[in-house]
Every structure is written in structure tokens, then in C-alpha cells.
């Protein structure tokens, strides 16, 4: 099974044990990988649900559903301060392989970037390719950019068990040692982490006592000084590596 190819689809293309394949999907079966009719590949609805699928004269038939066990055992959302240029686009590729369930895309008072539209539409193909690629049950969710103080007195933030802040210049205990102890809280409910990490210029103080003040605990990610992209890379292989250890 894990030789074969992955693509992602929407719910509203399964009827009847049938998979509608979008034309660019056929494009990318037939074309891309060289699928031909009879060819087995991997449909995943980045949800959770897969199945084994097999392709027809036209379209695709449905052969068996399939279980995923990729997942990390509790939800992680990263709420990154946009960093310059692309670097964006590598932390939600390598942050989807990872394992991450949501991405927040923030607007500090320190960020130089400032997103088109079209920025928000593309990391959202990317995580879909990232999510095919490490072969996960579930597309992360890129939410829309907000500012700051919007996601963290929003709804997911206020409804999260446990928030972090990495502040790079504070005498704060590591990531790792504050971490909860409990890992699964039982099963119908996953434990749900909230990880913020700041711009090039670092948070505002103002910004770091808001965060303070609505529940997160902040956070150091070791001696150095990590750049921007790459501080939600490493706060994320360290949950990782924690949830699964
Ligand atoms: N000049 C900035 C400062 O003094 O805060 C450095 C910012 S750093 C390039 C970008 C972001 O990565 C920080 O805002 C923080 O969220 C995170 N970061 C980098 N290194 C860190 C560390 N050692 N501990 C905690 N957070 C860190």
C-alpha cells in the first residue's frame, strides 16, 4: 500500500462507490504519474477517511476504505507571524509533513509582509501536496491571515487547553519541560495545543502581555536565536516528537 500514489479529493466527488476525478486530476492520474485504466492509487478526503481506489475508462472505482494512522495523538495549531518573502510557504510545507492540524497565519505589529489573496489560496495547495506527500489522513486547516490580537482572544484560541508563546529574549522554561504530562484527555476528546511564534523583529511587549494576559505561557525554544521560520519548525518537532514519544 504505501507504494501507491495519493490524491486528495473532495467528499462531494464520491457517489456510489464511484470517484468523479476533476479533469485535472485526470490530468495528473494519466499524465503525471502514468496511471493507466486498472492502475490502483490512494484517495484521501483530508478528513480522515481514505480508500483504496482503482482507476476505469473515465473515472475511478472505489475498492476498499482504508485506516490512516499517521496522525499525531492531539490537535496542534502554529499561530506564525508572517515572515518575509516566501519563507511562508516552507513552514506550512514542512510544518504540514509534521504533523500540524492548523495554521494560523498572523499579522504582527513587526511584520513586514503584508498577504494578497492569493498568497492564502497557495498555501493551501501546498499543504494539500504536503498532506499527499507524508501521507496523512488529514489536510491541515490554513486559516485566513488575522492580526494578532484577533486569534488570540478568538473562539479557537479561547477553546484550546494549552497555549504557548516563544519569546527568544525572556528567562523562560523550554517548550519541551512544560508541556502537559497528560497526553490523551480521553476518547472522544484530543487534547489541543496552541504554539505562537513571533516576526523577524520579535513580539512587541505589548503583544507578548496580551497573549500572557488570555492564557499562554511563554516559552523558550533553547539558547539560540532561531529565525522566524524556523522557530515554528522546531516548536513543532519538539510537540511531535514529545506526543509521539
Ligand atoms: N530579534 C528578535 C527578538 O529579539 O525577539 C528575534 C526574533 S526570532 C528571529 C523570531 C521568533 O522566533 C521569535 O519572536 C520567537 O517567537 C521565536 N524564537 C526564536 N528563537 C527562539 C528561542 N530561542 N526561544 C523562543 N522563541 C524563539
Redesign the pocket.
Given at each position: 500500500m504505501s507504494q501507491l500514489q495519493r490524491i486528495a479529493i473532495t467528499s462531494s466527488q464520491l457517489q456510489s462507490g464511484e470517484i468523479f476525478l476533476t479533469k485535472e486530476q485526470q490530468h495528473y492520474l494519466g499524465n503525471v504519474l502514468r496511471l493507466h485504466e486498472g492502475d490502483k492509487f490512494i484517495a484521501m478526503d483530508g478528513f480522515g477517511s481514505g480508500w483504496l481506489a482503482q482507476l476505469t475508462a473515465e473515472q475511478a472505482e472505489i475498492l476498499e476504505p482504508l485506516q490512516f494512522k499517521t496522525e499525531l495523538p492531539a490537535s496542534v495549531t502554529l499561530m506564525v507571524?508572517l515572515p518575509k518573502g516566501n519563507a511562508f510557504d516552507d513552514i506550512v510545507r514542512v510544518c504540514t509533513e509534521v504533523g500540524v492540524s492548523c495554521i494560523a497565519p498572523a499579522v504582527s505589529a513587526r511584520t513586514l509582509l503584508n498577504p494578497s489573496p492569493q498568497k492564502l489560496e497557495r498555501w493551501r495547495r501546498i499543504a494539500i501536496e504536503a498532506a499527499e506527500q507524508s501521507e496523512r489522513a488529514f489536510v491541515p486547516t490554513i486559516l485566513e491571515p488575522t492580526s494578532v490580537v484577533s486569534f488570540i482572544s478568538g473562539d479557537l484560541s479561547s477553546s484550546t487547553h494549552h497555549k504557548f508563546?516563544?519569546?527568544?529574549?525572556g528567562d523562560?522554561p523550554h517548550?519541551l519541560s512544560c508541556l502537559p504530562k497528560e497526553k490523551i484527555i480521553n476518547d472522544q476528546q484530543q487534547m489541543s495545543l496552541i504554539i505562537?511564534?513571533?516576526?523577524?523583529?520579535?513580539?512587541t511587549g505589548k503583544e507578548l502581555e496580551s497573549a500572557v494576559n488570555l492564557g499562554f505561557e511563554p516559552?523558550?525554544?533553547?539558547?539560540?536565536?532561531?529565525?522566524?521560520v524556523?522557530?515554528?519548525i522546531f516548536?513543532l518537532s519538539v510537540v511531535g516528537a514529545f506526543l509521539e514519544s
Amino acid at each position: 500500500m504505501s507504494q501507491l500514489q495519493r490524491i486528495a479529493i473532495t467528499s462531494s466527488q464520491l457517489q456510489s462507490g464511484e470517484i468523479f476525478l476533476t479533469k485535472e486530476q485526470q490530468h495528473y492520474l494519466g499524465n503525471v504519474l502514468r496511471l493507466h485504466e486498472g492502475d490502483k492509487f490512494i484517495a484521501m478526503d483530508g478528513f480522515g477517511s481514505g480508500w483504496l481506489a482503482q482507476l476505469t475508462a473515465e473515472q475511478a472505482e472505489i475498492l476498499e476504505p482504508l485506516q490512516f494512522k499517521t496522525e499525531l495523538p492531539a490537535s496542534v495549531t502554529l499561530m506564525v507571524a508572517l515572515p518575509k518573502g516566501n519563507a511562508f510557504d516552507d513552514i506550512v510545507r514542512v510544518c504540514t509533513e509534521v504533523g500540524v492540524s492548523c495554521i494560523a497565519p498572523a499579522v504582527s505589529a513587526r511584520t513586514l509582509l503584508n498577504p494578497s489573496p492569493q498568497k492564502l489560496e497557495r498555501w493551501r495547495r501546498i499543504a494539500i501536496e504536503a498532506a499527499e506527500q507524508s501521507e496523512r489522513a488529514f489536510v491541515p486547516t490554513i486559516l485566513e491571515p488575522t492580526s494578532v490580537v484577533s486569534f488570540i482572544s478568538g473562539d479557537l484560541s479561547s477553546s484550546t487547553h494549552h497555549k504557548f508563546i516563544c519569546d527568544a529574549r525572556g528567562d523562560y522554561p523550554h517548550l519541551l519541560s512544560c508541556l502537559p504530562k497528560e497526553k490523551i484527555i480521553n476518547d472522544q476528546q484530543q487534547m489541543s495545543l496552541i504554539i505562537a511564534t513571533g516576526p523577524e523583529g520579535g513580539w512587541t511587549g505589548k503583544e507578548l502581555e496580551s497573549a500572557v494576559n488570555l492564557g499562554f505561557e511563554p516559552v523558550s525554544l533553547g539558547k539560540r536565536i532561531l529565525r522566524a521560520v524556523t522557530a515554528p519548525i522546531f516548536a513543532l518537532s519538539v510537540v511531535g516528537a514529545f506526543l509521539e514519544s
